[in-house]
C-alpha cells in the first residue's frame, strides 16, 4: 500500500514547479534521493523501485508513493469542486455516463458530478500510462459512481475500459496490451469532497497482495459502505 502522502495548501502559488517539489519530498522521505524529473509526456519519471502519482491545482498539491513491490499503479487527481458546462461533460462522457450524471444530480445537486468525472477519468490515466506508455481518450474508460451509505461527499467509482481500435490491439491482454497480461479490465478508487475540492484516487496493487482473482474492483450498486472519512 502507498507509503508516502504529502499534500497541503499551496501557498506560493508556484504552479507546476511547486506542484513537483511536493513528489520530491516524499521521495527524499522514503529513499533519500531526489528529484522528481518529467518523462516525454510531461509525467513523473520516480526513482526505481517506487510508484506514484501527483496533482495540483489553484491552492493544493499533493503526492503519493508506494513500494513497486507492493503497488503496481497509483493514480490521483484534484479539482476545484466547481460547476462544469454540459458542453463540457458532453465533450468528456459516455452516453451511459451522461445518463448517470443526470440521475445522481437529481438525488444529490450539491454534487458537480461532471467535474467528479473528469477528475476520476485523469485518475484512471494517471494510473493507466506508466503501466502501457499508451494514449487513452476519455472515450475509453466508463466511470460509475457509488456514494458512501449515510454520506454526501464521499465514495467510489469503477473505471472500466471500453474496446477502441486506437487503443486496443487485442495482443497480450484483451485490455491493456502486450506485456500488461493479467492486469484487470477495470479499475475501481474512491472519491473525496472536502473543503471546496473534489479528489479522486485509484491504488492497484500487486497481485501478491490481492487475494484471489487480479481485481480492485467493487460490486456494482448506488451506494457504498458506511460513511467514513
Not at 511536493?22 to 522514503?30: D, E, F, G, N, S
Not at 462522457?93 to 448517470?100: K, M
Amino acid at each position: 500500500m502507498p507509503r508516502e502522502v504529502v499534500a497541503g495548501p499551496d501557498r506560493d502559488q508556484g504552479g507546476e514547479a511547486a506542484a513537483r517539489a511536493t513528489p520530491a519530498q516524499a521521495v527524499r522521505r522514503i529513499t533519500q534521493r531526489a528529484p522528481v524529473l518529467p518523462g516525454p509526456r510531461g509525467e513523473p519519471c520516480w526513482p526505481a523501485g517506487l510508484v506514484g502519482s501527483m496533482t495540483h491545482c489553484t491552492g493544493y498539491r499533493a503526492a503519493v508513493l508506494g513500494r513497486a513491490a507492493d503497488v503496481r499503479g497509483i493514480g490521483i487527481d484534484a479539482e476545484l469542486h466547481v460547476p462544469m458546462s454540459w458542453r463540457t461533460v458532453e465533450r468528456i462522457a459516455l452516453p451511459a455516463e451522461r445518463r448517470r450524471i443526470r440521475s445522481a444530480s437529481a438525488v444529490l445537486p450539491q454534487v458537480h458530478w461532471g467535474k467528479l468525472l473528469f477528475s476520476a477519468k485523469e485518475s484512471v490515466y494517471k494510473t493507466w500510462f506508466p503501466l502501457t506508455g499508451r494514449p487513452l481518450r476519455f472515450a475509453d474508460v466508463d466511470v460509475a459512481f457509488r456514494v458512501a451509505r449515510g454520506c454526501r461527499d464521499t465514495g467510489s467509482f469503477r473505471a472500466r475500459f471500453v474496446p477502441s481500435g486506437r487503443v486496443f490491439d487485442g495482443a497480450g491482454s484483451p485490455w491493456l496490451g502486450p506485456g500488461i497480461a493479467g492486469a484487470p479490465a477495470e479499475f475501481a478508487g474512491r472519491w473525496l469532497i472536502r473543503d471546496g475540492l473534489l479528489r479522486t484516487a485509484i491504488v492497484l496493487p500487486q497481485p501478491a497482495h490481492e487475494p484471489g482473482a487480479f481485481t480492485n474492483t467493487q460490486p456494482d450498486g448506488p451506494t457504498d459502505g458506511p460513511c467514513s472519512t
